[in-house]
């Protein structure tokens, strides 16, 4: 200001590391914003300084001071200046800078001189001289049980038996509401019952507390069915669907399995990938190297060099749905060669797990198991015991090698299945349920764009339109998922115990 005038306003908001600044340090913050920014107008120039900071006024003379405050006190000595405390009483007029008004909000009336001398010493800041807010005030929740208890036929013969001494449980208070034992008597009407469980579920102070919390042994209670509580909280049953293991395949190289392991450092000749290719009877595996920029025509390629003119072409190739495997070459492919894909759910990485896993359930190693006799080594060829056949005997011993593989993959696979449908419930869905899809399975991991701990873990709901298997369903996807294959395992699903009258607004 200069000579009762104001010259220039300055303003801004907190650094994100001057949050954490105590009150001292930040009303001398803004003293050496100002200094800075009006350094044109205060450089050279006798100035005063007015702070409702008491503590400031005596900063040239504190003994302690911090290293912040040392090095903002250089500043502050290049200027011709004196602080002066102003209380923050007596300083209306910023106070009222930083008040939010209300005016406009009022519905207007005039208002009489000394009522507005009377608001005016109130130093509210906000008030107009010829307008006052006027505001109505609605019914509380109390006076509105209040007035349907009174029309409430059963609580009536309850008020009846209170004045005859019969009801020690019950109570009437001041305004005639009716209590049984230290909570009141809620009268049987939908919209109030409704508001209640309302307030006490929906609310930001209530965080959306469960069934037993929230009504105790009231089954019928309809909140628990809140999409929020729906979409947000964790599922604590066993997982859903049964175990369903492939069928043993009859002879070798007959179904094959194949997954890519990914992210590995590249190597000389530019590989950064191994492709994994696993007979379903034998185990016996092929790692091939290659690329992650390979097209489904190089990867035939390697297909065709690597793996069919070895084994001969395979009648079932089951994979996960990458890229590389859903191409329409890759497709094409298989049909000219009579062989058929199989593919694993959306988002459900089990289905090709024997790609990924032991082989120790053969009881026999893939070798012989392939070959129908053990393996010679280098030191110890003399001591394999193994008698000489020929003819039409080594297609027999090797016949009865596969049916003993075969046998133990049957027994290995049910007690797999009965262990792990012990873990597990089983789930069904009708053809037009509505379901919620899972979108958050593991930490750190973005899908639909989703990602991070406060994100839902369902979205939906969508409609069922098809049972696929078993365990596995088609789902009705809106437009913006079209990119997402929409059969999923029961797994990844939930019931939607009540399709919400809107959808709510989340994002893909």
């Known amino acids: 200001m200069q000579e009762g005038k104001v010259v220039a306003y300055g303003s801004r908001q907190l650094h994100k590391h001057e949050v954490n600044y105590p009150t001292h340090d930040l009303e001398l913050a803004a003293v050496v914003y100002a200094l800075k920014i009006w350094r044109h107008y205060l450089f050279g120039q006798r100035c005063e300084i007015y702070t409702d900071h008491k503590s400031l006024k005596y900063i040239f003379t504190q003994n302690e001071l911090n290293m912040r405050q ?84 059963k609580l009536q013969e309850i008020r009846e038996s209170l004045k005859k001494g019969e009801a020690p449980d019950f109570k009437e208070d001041e305004q005639g509401t009716l209590w049984y034992k230290n909570r009141i008597c809620v009268p049987n009407v939908d919209n109030i019952r409704k508001l209640i469980l309302s307030e006490a579920h929906d609310t930001a102070y209530s965080i959306h507390p469960g069934r037993e919390i929230l009504v105790a042994g009231n089954e019928e209670s309809d909140r ?28 070798k190289w007959e179904e094959i399995t194949m997954d890519f392991v990914v992210g590995l450092p590249r190597t000389r000749r530019g590989y950064n990938s191994i492709w994994v290719v696993v007979d379903r009877l034998t185990k016996v595996a092929h790692f091939i190297p290659v690329n992650t920029t390979y097209s489904g025509a190089r990867l035939a390629e390697l297909y065709i060099s690597r793996i069919v003119c070895l084994h001969g072409v395979p009648k079932k190739i089951i994979s996960d749905r990458g890229s590389q495997f859903t191409s329409r070459f890759w497709e094409q492919l298989h049909d000219s060669l009579d062989t058929k894909l199989g593919f694993g759910t959306a988002y459900h990485p089990r289905t090709d797990g024997r790609t990924k896993g032991p082989i120790g359930r053969l009881k026999k190693s893939p070798f012989e198991a392939l070959y129908g006799r053990r393996c010679r080594t280098p030191l110890f060829w003399d001591r394999i015991g193994e008698k000489r056949v020929f003819g039409p005997g080594i297609i027999e011993d090797a016949s009865s090698e596969l049916r003993v593989v075969r046998e133990n993959l049957k027994m290995a696979r049910s007690r797999q299945k009965s262990y792990a449908d012990n873990r597990r419930r089983e789930l069904n869905f009708k ?19 989703m990602k991070g701990k406060l994100a839902p873990r369902y979205i939906g709901p969508f409609k069922v339109l098809e049972k696929k298997g078993e365990v596995a369903y088609r789902l009705e996807l809106p437009p913006n998922l079209s990119g997402v294959h929409d059969v999923f395992h029961v797994s990844q699903l939930k019931k939607c115990l009540r399709v919400p009258k809107s959808k709510p607004p989340w994002k893909i």
């Open 431 to 449: 053809v037009e349920d509505f379901v919620y899809l899972k979108v958050s399975p593991m930490r750190g991991v973005r899908r639909f764009n």
């Open 70 to 153: 040392r090095r903002w006190l250089e500043l502050i000595k290049d200027y011709d200046l004196e602080i002066h405390y102003h209380p923050g009483k007596a300083n209306v007029v910023a106070d009222a800078l930083s008040r939010k008004s209300y005016a406009n909000m009022a519905l207007g009336f005039q208002m009489s001189p000394e009522l507005c001398e009377e608001f005016e010493s109130l130093n509210l800041g906000f008030l107009s001289h010829t307008t006052v807010a006027a505001f109505e005030a609605e019914p509380t929740l109390e006076e509105e049980i209040n007035k349907y208890q009174k029309e409430d036929e």
């Open 224 to 251: 628990p069915m809140c999409d929020t509580c729906q979409r947000v909280k964790a599922r604590t049953p066993r997982p859903a669907g049964l175990l369903q293991p492939l069928k043993v395949p009859e002879w």
